[in-house]
Structures are given as C-alpha cells and as structure tokens.
C-alpha cells in the first residue's frame, strides 16, 4: 500500500469538511492504549475523516501520540488544534 501526502489544497478542504464533526475517539488519562488506537482504526474505516480529543494536558505527550496514531493507523494527520486532531485515512474500498 503506497501512502500519498496530502496536497495542502487537500488538506484546506477535509478541514473544512471536520469542521462540523464532533470528536468520536478520546485519549484518556492512560495514553494511547492498544484499544484506543483499534477505535480510531475502526473510526477510520466507517467514516475517512474523524476528529480525536486527547485528554492530557502535556503538549509533547499529544505530539507523540498524533504521530504514533498516524504511524499505528495509516492515517494523516489533517490539523492539530490544542486537544483536538483532524485525522483522515481514505478508504481502500
């Protein structure tokens, strides 16, 4: 599977398209757990785009669990804004 980045005209539109959505994931005081990272994939699947709050106040624990969720899922990473991220995946099918 070859992963394509985004264009940043891409990305100007899947934020416009997030911007209605409410979160459907949260990262929790335990982090990014096995089953959280399964919820986001699922997620993923169902929709293309999705929005996660992550609960933690510790910016660098957000950064590194945006990118490892990236990496876990295949997914891009659309937009960071304080504790919310903009993920998109496009669906295989």
């Given amino acids: 599977m070859s992963k394509k980045t985004l264009s940043s005209v891409e990305k100007a539109a899947l934020k416009q398209q997030a911007h209605t959505l409410q979160p459907v994931v949260m990262i929790g005081q335990n982090g990014l757990t096995e089953s959280v990272v399964k ?4 997620n993923l699947l169902a929709h293309e ?10 910016r660098d624990d957000r950064k590194l669990w945006s990118v ?12 960071s804004i304080g504790k919310i991220l903009v993920l998109y995946r ?3 099918q």
Avoid: Y
């Fill in 39 to 42: 919820e986001v994939d699922a």
């Fill in 49 to 58: 785009l999705i929005k996660v709050r992550i609960l933690g106040d510790d």
């Fill in 68 to 79: 490892q969720l990236c990496e876990q899922t295949g997914a891009e990473l659309v937009q």
């Fill in 90 to 92: 496009q669906n295989e």
